[in-house]
């Protein structure tokens, strides 16, 4: 499996982005797919996902009500609909695929087997 994610750019806070994230090589039907982010000096959390049966989202307390994944599967795609974004929600997003991913490991980035390349998000203030 190969994801290449895109969408990413400068907004200002208050604004939005659309990240998208597309699969090549395998559907992921079944699978969980998650978000990540990461900014320089710090390790790599946990932002939102779609679990494998589809319809379950989880997300990291502070975007919750403002950030939104959903998936498409024919598209083999999976996207992230940012709102309302804050200077602290700067940093580089990654998306992630697990074939093994429970609900207690879903926030974990090791439970996730496949990674896309990072997309930059910078929001100004």
């Known amino acids: 499996v190969q994801l290449q994610a895109s969408g990413g750019g400068l907004v200002q806070a208050g604004g939005s982005l659309r990240l998208s994230c597309a699969a090549s090589?395998?559907?992921?039907?079944?699978?969980?797919m998650g978000w990540f982010r990461q900014d320089p000096g710090n390790e790599r959390e946990f932002v939102a996902a779609?679990?494998?049966?589809?319809?379950?989202?989880y997300y990291k307390d502070s975007v919750k009500g403002r950030f939104t994944i959903s998936r498409d599967v024919a598209k083999k795609t999976v996207y992230l609909q940012m709102n309302m974004l804050k200077p602290e929600d700067t940093a580089i997003y990654y998306c992630a695929v697990s074939s093994r991913a429970i609900l207690s490991t879903l926030r974990v980035s090791s439970s996730y087997n496949y990674w896309g390349q990072g997309t930059q998000v910078t929001v100004s203030s």
């Open positions: 090589g395998r559907t992921f039907s079944g699978y969980t």
């Open positions: 779609i679990f494998r049966d589809g319809g379950n989202t």
